[in-house]
Structures are given as C-alpha cells and as structure tokens.
T-cell receptor, first 112, second 112 residues
Framework: GENVEQHPSTLSVQEGDSAVIKCTYS??????FPWYKQELGKGPQLIID?????GEKKDQRIAVTLNKTAKHFSLHITETQPEDSAVYFC???????????FGTGTRLQVFP | DGGITQSPKYLFRKEGQNVTLSCEQN?????MYWYRQDPGQGLRLIYY???????QKGDIAEGYSVSREKKESFPLTVTSAQKNPTAFYLC???????????FGPGTRLTVL
C-alpha cells in the first residue's frame, strides 16, 4: 500500500550546523510533498512544500529537494537555531485524492 | 482572527463513555479532516469530509463517528467502541483548489 518512510527518527545538531531529514514515498503518482513542524502540545504548522514539477524550493534557511526518479525528498535546515527544535513531519499526496500520507516524524534537537 | 479552533484542549473520559471533540474553521475551507497522533507514529486519518453533509472513512475509522452539518464545523465523536482512545487528536482543513492542509491546535484525550 501507499507508504512514506522518514529518517532519522531523532536528530541532534549543534547550533549553527545544518540538519537534513529524508523521506521516501512509494507511489510514483504522488505530486505534492509538504513538510510540517510540530512543537510540543501544538498542531503541525506547514513550513514548506514542493510539487512534482519542481526539483528544489528554498525559503530563507529552509529548503526542500525532490528526486522523482528515486521517489525521495529531503528537508534541509541551515544555520540551525534552538527554536528550530521540534518534531518535523513529511507527507506525500495520495494520487487522485486530496488526502496526505504522513511520515513517522523526526525529533530535531538543536543544542546551543 | 482566522483559523482552525479545537476544543477542549484537554479532555478526560471514563471508559464506556462517548465524547465529542469540536473542530471549527472560519477559513471558508471546503474539506475537513480528523487525524489521530500517537507517540512515535505519524498522523493517521480517521475521517474526512469534502462537502457539507458528506464524509468518508479514513484508515482508522472504527470506533469513531463524525457529522458535517455546516461548512465551518466537523465534530468527532469517540465512542465506547474505540478500544484505545487515549491520543492527541488533530483537525485540519483545506480548500478545493489546493491540497495544502492547515491544522488546528489539537485535543489531548485521556481515558481514565
């Protein structure tokens, strides 16, 4: 069935370093890939998204890359700050629907 | 102030009781969703609704029920048939023109 795998499950970095989170999807027809940031006890917030007609998208310190051939996409955070600490979820669209399939999340900790 | 609201933030229930979680949006979004979030897992879809008076089961609908009498509201009832209801419940919405989902702040349900 449709599936999104996300790695790593936890990631610890020093402030100022970069962080990379990777996701792999199973259905080649998926065409929309959002990333969400969830702080403790709150709902997920959309931070960036990409569609299948684009290979890379940037928004300040955050970027997402998509490799359709390999069916994987990645979130890149540069110059990390303590306030980047949160759980990050990737998702992929279910083809032919307006539903999303979510990865299992990555807990990012940025140490000062 | 536009957005998605969920109430209550925390909810305690005794075994055998039904309980209803509220979700309201003033974004004029067409589709609404309910997800369940458990530690270490991604978001799993319970029910979704694309238009008023219509809704479909998601991946884990057993033990839950919903209604969509108004565009703005999509309440979720957790019934006594749900065997393990303790979880964080998230509501989301989207327009018909985009697949970007926006989330509410969540309700944490604990069964005592």
């Amino acid at each position: 069935g449709e599936n999104v795998e996300q790695h790593p499950s936890t990631l610890s970095v020093q402030e100022g370093d970069s962080a990379v989170i990777k996701c792999t999807y199973s259905d080649s027809a998926s065409n929309y890939f959002p990333w969400y940031k969830q702080e403790l006890g709150k709902g997920p917030q959309l931070i960036i998204d990409i569609r299948s007609n684009v290979g890379e998208k940037k928004d300040q310190r955050i970027a997402v890359t998509l490799n359709k051939t390999a069916k994987h996409f990645s979130l890149h955070i540069t110059e990390t700050q303590p306030e980047d600490s949160a759980v990050y979820f990737c998702a992929a669209s279910r083809p032919g629907t307006d539903k999303l399939i979510f990865g299992t999340g990555t807990r990012l900790q940025v140490f000062p | 102030d536009g957005g998605i609201t969920q109430s209550p933030k925390y909810l305690f229930r005794k075994e055998g009781q039904n309980v209803t979680l509220s979700c309201e949006q003033n974004l004029n979004h067409d589709a609404m969703y309910w997800y369940r979030q458990d530690p270490g897992q991604g978001l799993r879809l319970i029910y979704y609704s694309q238009i008023v008076n219509d809704f479909q089961k998601g991946d884990i609908a057993e033990g839950y029920s919903v209604s969509r009498e108004k565009k703005e509201s999509f309440p979720l009832t957790v019934t006594s048939a749900q065997k393990n209801p303790t979880a964080f419940y998230l509501c989301a919405s989207t327009t018909s023109r985009t697949d970007t989902q926006y989330f509410g702040p969540g309700t944490r349900l604990t069964v005592l």
